[in-house]
């Protein structure tokens, strides 16, 4: 064979973009309340409870009882992402990449969203008339995924039926109302933890079909949602069994390294404000040679709606 055939080999390109691994889009949007807000900043009224007032004689005055009103404060953020695609470019390319960029660029702003629900979950609200009061996630709601050991002593372990019963603990203990639909939003590493554990995989405890896809669906009124997007970070705790395993900033008594944090919460108890949805435009910018510009925006802002229908879990992070 001619030593020169080498000259006439080809090379073979696809006419097709591959995504490379990403979460594609939000997958916590459709988990919580969501209101459409026009300017910058949004008000959201709250109504809290009443308490009866008996009545104890024929004839008596009308009882009149403040109700208490309260509001929480969303402040919209703009995310916006663009990209140039050079017409000396595309003449040499056998992909046109316009369509892909902005299938990119919308999942990179479903992707903040879940960010921002993330952060209001964890972080500050503002309350008072005008927004300027902070309100900080209360110890009372967060918890520590552990196990006793002898002496009471508590040791940090990942997530676990005994954690998931407190933390529903938690909300029924606040009333929380059950039809409201309850989500648990963890890692691939937590669920891992959960399904090791006898309650998950067997059929006696729960006949969720998803597990054969080696997913956990629902459980305990709680329905899963796996992200990757929750930051891990240190936590103080108690290391005695006396405040029930609640994690404790202020307390050194011990340190859990880079611990998960697992959200549990109901639908209402964490807010969307969507001032403007996710929008992708394609068009030629005459001030770039007429290169097509692929541009997409969105205008967000969210907030922890109720202190009590928001509990945050530190799970220990591996085995």
């Keep these: 064979m001619s030593q020169q055939i080498t000259e006439a080999f080809v090379d073979q390109?696809?006419?097709?973009?591959?995504?490379?691994?990403?979460?594609?889009?939000?997958?916590?949007?459709?988990?919580?309340?969501?209101?459409?807000?026009?300017?910058?900043?949004?008000?959201y009224e709250r109504l809290g409870s009443v308490t009866a007032t008996k009545k104890t004689s024929r004839h008596s005055d009308t009882p009149l009882i403040d109700t208490p009103h309260s509001r929480r404060r969303v402040t919209l953020d703009d995310y916006e992402h663009a990209d140039l695609i050079d017409n000396a470019d595309k003449i040499r390319l056998l992909i046109d990449p316009a369509s892909p960029y902005a299938q990119a660029f919308m999942w990179a702003l479903g992707r903040a969203i879940d960010d921002t629900i993330i952060e209001a979950a964890r972080g500050n609200?503002?309350?008072g008339q005008s927004g300027g009061t902070t309100v900080a996630h209360p110890v009372s709601q967060k918890l520590l995924s552990f196990e006793l050991g002898g002496g009471g002593a508590i040791t940090p372990i990942r997530m676990a039926v005994n954690t998931l019963r407190r933390a529903k603990k938690v909300l029924d203990q606040n009333d929380v109302d059950e039809s409201i639909r309850r989500y648990c939003v963890l890692n691939a590493e937590q669920i891992e933890a959960l399904l090791s554990e006898t309650e998950i995989t067997s059929s006696d405890f729960n006949t969720v079909k998803a597990l054969v896809m080696g997913e956990v669906n629902e459980f305990m009124g709680f329905t899963f949602i796996r992200t990757e997007r929750i930051e891990s970070e240190d936590v103080f705790y108690d290391d005695t069994a006396t405040t029930g395993g609640a994690v404790?900033?202020?307390?050194?008594?011990a340190t859990l390294s880079n611990?998960?944090?697992?959200?549990?919460?109901?639908?209402?108890?964490?807010?969307?404000?969507?001032?403007?949805?996710?929008?992708?435009?394609?068009?030629?910018?005459?001030?770039?040679?007429?290169?097509?510009?692929?541009?997409?925006?969105?205008?967000?802002?969210?907030?922890?709606?109720?202190?009590?229908?928001?509990?945050?879990?530190?799970?220990?992070?591996s085995a």
């Design 125 to 127: 609200a503002f309350a």
């Design 259 to 317: 611990a998960d944090r697992v959200l549990i919460y109901a639908m209402d108890g964490m807010l969307l404000a969507v001032g403007e949805d996710m929008v992708a435009r394609i068009d030629e910018r005459a001030d770039k040679s007429y290169s097509q510009q692929v541009f997409a925006r969105m205008s967000i802002g969210a907030t922890r709606l109720e202190e009590e229908k928001v509990v945050d879990v530190a799970c220990k992070p």
């Design 13 to 43: 390109f696809r006419a097709n973009v591959f995504h490379l691994s990403q979460q594609k889009g939000s997958r916590l949007r459709g988990s919580v309340r969501q209101e459409a807000q026009r300017g910058k900043e949004g008000f």
């Design 248 to 253: 404790l900033p202020a307390d050194t008594d």
